[in-house]
């Protein structure tokens, strides 16, 4: 699961701007001051809502085709697209403590010349996980 659409419709707000709901995932709700601001809230919106369903443990309903969707009076229904792949890269990038083992060698010839061992392990994973 990578790229999902669902559809959300934008309702003018009184006192100015847009709040956003999906009829898919009726708790999924946010708001914004402009067009471009409540679409960017309405993709993080959704990727919070995606993530929490994942970790719950809970089915991801499926997007609804948005001809099946009717916007209420004043609503403007739009499809809104998140990439959960780089949601995930964005919003859970707190540091994870790994333990692992090199040859003695190494280890000392790496502290001799400085070399700041979490950020060449971050630098070889990325590496790596681009050549993929």
Known sequence: MERLF????????EEGGFWVTFPDIP????????????????????GLSISSMMEAGEKIPEASEPDAIKAEEGGCLMVVEIDMYEYWRKSRS???K??????????DE??????NFSQTLQEALLSKLNAN
Not at 7 to 12: D, E, G, L, W
Not at 27 to 46: I, P, R
Request: proline share 4%.
């Open 6 to 13: 669902f559809p959300a419709i934008f309702h003018r707000a």
């Open 27 to 46: 708790e999924c709700m946010t708001q914004g001051e402009d067009m471009k601001q409540s679409y960017e809230m309405a993709v993080d919106a959704l």
């Open 94 to 96: 707190r540091a994870v």
């Open 98 to 107: 790994k333990t692992l083992s090199i040859p003695e060698w190494m280890n």
């Open 110 to 115: 790496a502290t001799r010349r400085g070399i």
